[in-house]
Each structure stands twice: as structure tokens, then as C-alpha cells.
């Protein structure tokens, strides 16, 4: 170690007598700092003008910490990866072939010195260099922890090991390169030549199992983009380990070729060894019962719920069996084919085999097209779907023998009822679910999908919502925009309930009795009176305390409020009007209570709920087209909360006739006209058979329409309040605290001028003193 550590020292001494690497550190120290203060500076302008102009001004939004650290284009880590293999080459083309320019090595050669006492040496030195630009990262780490409030330090620091291992990789690469010439500049482009080569064989001959799986281990692409998240995971962490022993033994054995007299055949066996040696430990490693995983971030944001985790706990050990089925003319087919099978993988099962290994995965390839579908054949006028099918094998680059035909489909399973999409079947103990994709960018399922499907391969008792037919309510399976299909049926929305985890049925009081296993009842917009026979088993439904949601929608207050009175609560005559500039009057922009608050784990909500805690707070609002007051009676037999309201001093009920295109809609006392504050949906709460019984009133239906999409976020939490907040299990909880800066744009504008040009100026100047006195000596 001794002769080592001896080595590296003067290898630390030639690197700081240098101009190059003080050259390095200056640009490496200038480039950091503006795209530091690039971000800064306008946020903190930003923040400024937005408190002078608004006390109660909350910032809030994304981690400021991963905006100005890790974003590709303007973060500072983001930006140095990018640009990092224009540095390295510059510092690793001497390290070998200065020694034998100088004819150095052949003393070394000569001596007792071994060949890996020189390589491990220098390499140590270059590690030494490699934490003084991590040093340089962490100048503006520690000037973020005082600049952003509540910083993320653990995704700082994971950010910070990656790069490390990155540029360590870097350089080890560099020394191979330069000991294979004796011209610099051939080692730094070879340098460059291995990285570029590295950065981009994962996308290489993806379409064989065997070299997809070699190749994707290889690449670089990717393997740092955990660590920049938060997440340090061993597999990671051993790829670049396995990278600096494959070239720092490829640089052994090519400096002991020079000493050793040997056949072609030994020598190139030597280093198959070494990859071989390097491929069965990167094989080992990466075998999901064996990684380990560490989730740095404040807010465990790489990790799965606790709920999940419980979930897949219950799984145990029994098998778990994964079928992806891609339909090569269904839409983004090219996620689903081999080429992207690691990516699959990685985005959408790493997160659950992390705490399930040993999932099996399969992959089915087909061509079909929905009964009755003639809009692909338009786009290939005259051609057989066989041969469609070719030409979009042939564009995807795929070989159309992978893919069965419809016929052969149908003989494994029938994917008809799943619009023949892509999509995840999971077998378990003789049971199978589907796990549908999305018409959206993100497309892949999300955690809450995923822990619905697991739970139904567990025959666990899932929540079960019937909507009321008979009446002409709204309908379920019907697509127009006043219907209900998108929040509630739909297997193409990602938010609808049979995605959730619940099941969706419709029930008609007039023939059926309400089933024992029932989590919900929906009772939305009937157009008629209800029957006495709906009657009577709605008011024992709710005596039995039933959990319940009825809408109602102004002009039709008759056909509810007499089921409504039994509750406490009544749909006021005439219509809420709220005048502006951009909508018709009777569209309102109702806020959130409190109450709404708690209604779910909605990450919207919980975002509120956080914000409640401060003495000022601004809430949220949602669209409501077309509403009326909700009247409550003081002796009602329920507890009764506004979830959303109106604010007196922009709206009022109007109860004369509504005409909302022509005349400005003005406000009327004389036509009893009322101007208060208005709920337009309530919440209703007692203690019924030892638990406590939940309904919910809302005097618009078209809330919840295909049109409004389901309600968005606030009706998702609607169902799940219903269900006591069991399903859906949401992804997220708990929003990002390091969304404030503690810096004024003044004080930003100081670091400008010493980070981009005082700091820079002092290392300049540090450098140069030093060279002359090395050269005077």
C-alpha cells in the first residue's frame, strides 16, 4: 500500500502542476455556478414580486431542490452528467501514455514496482481529483441548504454519490484508453469513443433476449437516474464498481503484455475472464432478491406505500405470474414490443419486485382489430389485415413471426372486452386480473391500478357502487357528455372506478332489493318521481345506515327533495348565478371546506389539508355548471358539513327564470333574489350500527359528467370517503416542503458575482501562483 499511496502522490503533484487540471476545475466551477444561479435568480425574482403583491402568498409546486438541481436542461448535476465526457478525456489522456512517452515506464518496469501498485496508484489519484469536483457540487449543496427552506439533503447527497460513481467510471475508462497509445489525443477520443458506445448500447439489438439483456446492462444510460431521484440501490452501485475492475484489469493486462512474452490466444483469454468475471457479478447483483435499496428523499418518494407493501405481503411467497400483451395495431404498440421490454421492467414492476421477488414474466405478441373497426384498413386501402400487419412489423422493425393471428389470440384468451390494447394480466393461485394502459402520456399503470389488481388476485372484499336506474338517471355505460360511463365503467379512463379497485354495477329499486354487500348507492339526476316501492327501500336502506350519493340538478329539486326531507337537507328553488368575464353565469367556481379536506389522501387535498394548518391560506375551487343552494334543517338527524360553497360576495340565487345567453343575469331582491353564501354539495355523517354512516349531497349531476370528467380529483375522493378511505390507494401523500426560498433576488444577484466570477477569479489565481512557482523551481 505503501508504494500505492507513494504512486498516487506523485500523480496528484503532476495533475496540480498541471494547466489542464486547473483548467478543468475552473470551467467544471463556472459552468456549475451559472446553471446554479440560472435557476435561482428568476425564482427568487419571482417569489419576490408575488409576496410584495400578495401577503398571503404560499409558494408551492415542485421540489425546488430537484428544479435547480436535477432537471436534464438548467439543473446543475442534470447539466454535468450531460457534459461530463467532455471533461474526463481531457484529464485521463496522460496518465499512461505520459510514462511512456517519457520512457518512465520502462524504469517502472524495472523496478520492484508492480504493474497494479502503477495502475492502482494513478487511479487513486484520479479518484482524489474526481472528489475535489464533488467538493465543487457540494460548494452549491451547501449554499442550497441556506437559499431553499426545508432542502431534500438525502436527494442531494444520493445525487452526489451518482455523479461520483459516474465520473469515477469516467476516468477508469480513461486510464484503459491511455494506456493502449502513446499520442494523447488518440486516448482522449477513445475515451470519448468508449463512453459515447457505453451512453448508447442499451438501444442496441434490443429484439434479442440474450444481447438485449448484455447490452442493457452495459449501458450507462440510465444507471445514474435512480441515484439523481433518491434512490441508491446496490445493483447500481455495483454496475460502476464492476465498470472500474473491467478497465482498470484491461489496463493491467495491457501494461504486463508490454513485460510479458505471451500467445494471442492466453492474452485474449485474460481478458474474456475479466468479462466474464465482470458480467456474472453484474448478473448477481442484479437479481431482485439480492438488491438492496435505499430511498433517500424526504418525502420516500421511490418507495411504495405502506398500504402496497402490506398488500404484496400478503402475497407471500406463492407465485406471481405477469403476461404483457401487446397488440402490434393498438395504440403506442411499441412500448409493449422487445425493444423496450427492459424499460417495461424498470418503470413499471422494479418498484414491486423490490419487495416481491421472483415474479415471473411473460410476453404475448398479436395483431387484431375490434369487431366492426374499418379505420386502420382506410389507411391501407385494398390490403388483407394480414398484410397490414406486415407493413407495421416491417415499420416497428419487428419480426412479424413473433405476432399471432386473431384466431390464434382468441385460442389463449379473449382480449375483445379489453379493447384489445396492451395490457398485464397477473395469474395467481388459479385467479387472473387485468391491468389495463392509458390513452395518456404516461400510459403505464400507476400504484393505485397495481394495488387494486393485487388485491383482487387476493379475493379480498373490494367496494362495490350501484347506480340506480329506472328513473332515467344518468347512465354508466352510455359515452355522452352528460353521462356517467368515464368516472364509473370505463376501462380507458384512468381514474374510472373499475380501475380503482371497485366494482360498478346499476340496480333498479323497482324490480331489485339493494344486495347485503353494497358500498355504496348512487342515486344521480332521475328525471322522474321515484316510485314508492324506490322509496320504501331507500329509507330502510338508509335507516340500516346505507352509505349514499345523490345529485340532483336545478329545475328537477322535486324529484329529490322529498327523499331528502327523511335526511334533514332540501334542494332550494331557482338557480346559483356567479357573473364573469370568461363564463356563462350559472357556471360556478364553488371552494373547498375544510371538511373537504379530509375527504381522501388526494394529493390536492392533502396539500390543502397542510395549508390549513397556517394561519393564512388560500383554498381550492372546482367547476360546478349549474347548481342551487343546499337548505339544512337545524333538526336534522345527521351531522351536516359544506364541502363545496359558493362566496356570497360573487354569487347569489337567482329564482326567477335563468336565460344565460343573451342579458347580463343581474341580481333581483324584489324577485327573491338571495345573495348568502351557499353549500352546493354537503356531507352527512351519524353513528348508525356501530359504525359511522356516510351520505353525500350534491345539487349538480353534471359535475360528475363524462363532460367534467368524472369530477376530476374531488369526485375520486368522493367514492373514496364512501369507502372509509380504502380504496383507491393513492400513490402520493404528502406534498413537497422545499418549495420556498430564504434568499431575496438582491442577495441572488450577490451570488452571481461570487460564484460566477470572484470564486473562479481566486481558484485562477490559486492555479497560477502555483504553476509559476513550480516553474521558477
Known amino acids: 500500500m505503501k508504494i500505492i499511496f507513494k504512486i498516487t502522490r506523485t500523480e496528484l503533484r503532476n495533475l496540480f502542476y498541471s494547466p489542464v487540471a486547473w483548467f478543468l476545475i475552473i470551467v467544471f466551477l463556472i459552468q456549475c455556478a451559472i446553471f446554479y444561479t440560472y435557476s435561482l435568480v428568476p425564482m427568487a425574482k419571482w417569489q419576490d414580486i408575488m409576496m410584495s403583491n400578495n401577503p398571503k402568498f404560499k409558494p408551492g409546486g415542485p421540489s425546488l431542490t430537484a428544479i435547480i438541481f436535477l432537471s436534464p436542461g438548467n439543473g446543475v448535476i442534470g447539466n454535468v452528467l450531460q457534459n461530463l465526457y467532455l471533461f474526463v478525456p481531457l484529464l485521463t489522456m496522460g496518465l499512461i501514455s505520459r510514462e511512456i512517452n517519457n520512457g518512465s515506464i520502462k524504469l517502472l518496469y524495472s523496478s520492484p514496482v508492480k504493474i497494479r501498485h502503477i495502475v492502482l496508484g494513478k487511479y487513486l489519484a484520479i479518484m ?13 449543496m451547501v449554499s442550497a441548504a441556506f437559499n431553499i427552506a426545508s432542502v431534500d439533503y438525502g436527494l442531494l447527497l444520493s445525487a452526489a454519490l451518482g455523479f461520483y460513481l459516474l465520473v469515477c467510471a469516467y476516468t477508469a475508462i480513461g486510464l484503459f484508453m491511455s494506456s493502449l497509445t502513446t499520442y494523447q489525443v488518440v486516448s482522449a477520443i477513445g475515451t470519448f469513443i468508449i463512453i459515447f458506445v457505453l451512453g448508447r448500447i442499451g438501444g442496441l439489438w434490443q429484439k434479442y433476449d440474450f444481447i438485449r439483456d448484455l447490452t442493457y446492462f452495459l449501458s450507462m444510460v440510465g444507471r445514474t437516474g435512480k441515484l439523481m431521484r433518491g434512490l441508491i440501490t446496490t445493483k447500481d452501485v455495483i454496475y460502476f464498481l464492476v465498470i472500474v475492475y473491467i478497465f482498470l484489469s484491461f489496463a493491467m493486462l495491457k501494461l504486463r503484455s508490454g513485460r510479458e512474452s505471451s500467445p494471442w490466444f492466453v492474452k485474449a483469454a485474460k481478458y474474456v475472464a475479466v468479462m466474464v468475471s465482470a458480467l456474472a457479478i453484474g448478473y448477481i447483483a442484479s437479481l431482485p432478491a439480492l438488491t438492496g435499496y435505499w430511498d433517500t428523499t424526504a418525502r420516500k418518494t421511490n418507495t411504495l406505500r405502506p398500504a402496497t407493501q402490506k398488500i404484496l405481503k400478503e402475497l407471500g411467497d406463492d407465485p406471481l405470474e405477469v403476461t404483457l400483451y401487446t397488440n402490434l395495431l393498438g395504440p403506442v404498440a411499441a412500448k409493449g414490443l422487445p425493444e423496450a421490454r427492459n424499460s417495461y421492467l424498470s ?29 386502420i384498413y382506410r389507411g391501407f386501402p385494398g390490403k388483407t389485415l394480414k398484410h397490414i400487419a406486415g407493413q407495421m412489423a416491417e415499420g416497428y422493425n419487428a419480426d412479424i413471426s413473433l405476432f399471432k393471428t386473431p384466431e390464434e389470440m382468441r385460442k389463449t384468451v379473449d382480449l375483445e372486452p379489453e379493447n384489445l390494447r396492451t395490457v398485464m394480466q397477473l395469474k395467481y393461485k388459479g385467479r387472473s386480473v387485468f391491468v389495463r394502459t392509458f390513452n395518456d402520456n404516461q400510459f403505464w399503470p400507476e400504484e393505485m391500478h397495481m394495488a387494486a389488481a393485487f388485491k383482487r388476485l387476493l379475493q379480498a ?21 352528460r353521462e356517467f360511463e368515464l368516472h364509473a365503467t370505463s376501462k380507458l379512463s384512468r381514474y374510472s372506478l373499475v380501475n380503482l379497485g371497485f366494482d ?3 340496480i333498479s329499486l323497482n324490480t331489485q332489493d339493494i344486495p347485503a354487500d353494497i358500498t355504496a348507492l348512487v342515486l344521480a339526476d332521475p328525471k322522474t318521481e321515484l316510485s314508492a316501492v324506490s322509496i320504501g327501500k331507500l329509507e330502510q336502506y338508509i335507516a340500516n345506515g346505507g352509505n349514499l350519493f345523490i345529485l340532483g340538478e336545478p329545475g328537477k329539486q322535486q324529484m329529490l327533495n322529498p327523499l331528502l ?9 331557482g338557480n346559483l348565478v356567479q357573473p364573469s368575464t370568461y363564463e356563462m353565469p350559472h357556471m360556478l367556481t364553488p371552494y373547498l371546506t375544510p371538511a373537504s379536506a379530509y375527504l381522501s389522501e388526494d394529493p390536492h387535498l392533502m396539500g390543502l389539508r397542510e395549508s390549513m394548518q397556517e394561519k393564512d391560506y388560500d383554498t381550492l375551487t372546482v367547476q360546478v355548471p349549474g347548481a342551487t343552494g343546499i337548505s339544512v334543517d337545524n333538526n336534522a338527524p345527521f351531522t351536516v358539513k359544506p364541502l363545496l360553497s359558493t362566496v356570497a360576495e360573487k354569487s347569489w340565487l337567482k329564482m326567477g327564470p335563468l336565460v344565460v345567453d343573451s342579458a347580463q343575469v ?4 324584489q324577485d327573491g333574489d338571495i345573495r348568502a353564501a351557499s353549500p352546493v354539495a354537503v356531507q352527512l355523517t351519524r353513528a348508525v350500527n356501530n359504525k359511522e354512516q356516510r351520505i353525500i349531497v350534491c345539487s349538480d349531476a353534471d359535475f360528475m359528467s363524462n363532460m367534467r370528467n368524472g369530477g376530476g380529483f374531488m369526485g375520486t375522493a368522493i367514492y373514496s370517503w364512501l369507502d372509509y378511505n380504502v380504496f383507491p390507494i393513492y400513490d402520493q401523500n404528502t406534498r413537497a416542503k422545499d418549495t420556498k426560498l430564504n434568499i431575496s433576488a438582491a442577495m441572488a444577484n450577490v451570488l452571481i458575482a461570487v460564484y460566477v466570477w470572484i470564486l473562479p ?3 485562477l489565481i490559486t492555479g497560477m501562483v502555483l504553476l509559476l512557482r513550480r516553474k521558477r523551481k
Open 128 to 140: 482524489i481529483y474526481n472528489l475535489l469536483l464533488v467538493g465543487i457540487v457540494g460548494i452549491f
Open 666 to 669: 343581474v341580481f333581483t331582491p
Open 761 to 763: 477569479a481566486l481558484v
Open 504 to 506: 360498478a354495477d346499476t
Open 565 to 573: 326531507a327523511k335526511l334533514g337537507v332540501q334542494l332550494m328553488p
Open 461 to 481: 372484499k373490494l367496494p362495490k357502487v350501484y347506480f340506480m336506474t329506472g328513473d332515467l338517471e344518468r347512465n354508466i355505460y352510455k359515452g355522452g357528455e
Open 347 to 375: 418503470t413499471v414492476w422494479e418498484g414491486y419486485t423490490r419487495f416481491k421477488p421472483g415474479i415471473k414474466f411473460n410476453y404475448e405478441y398479436y395483431y387484431s382489430v375490434k369487431k366492426g373497426d374499418s379505420s
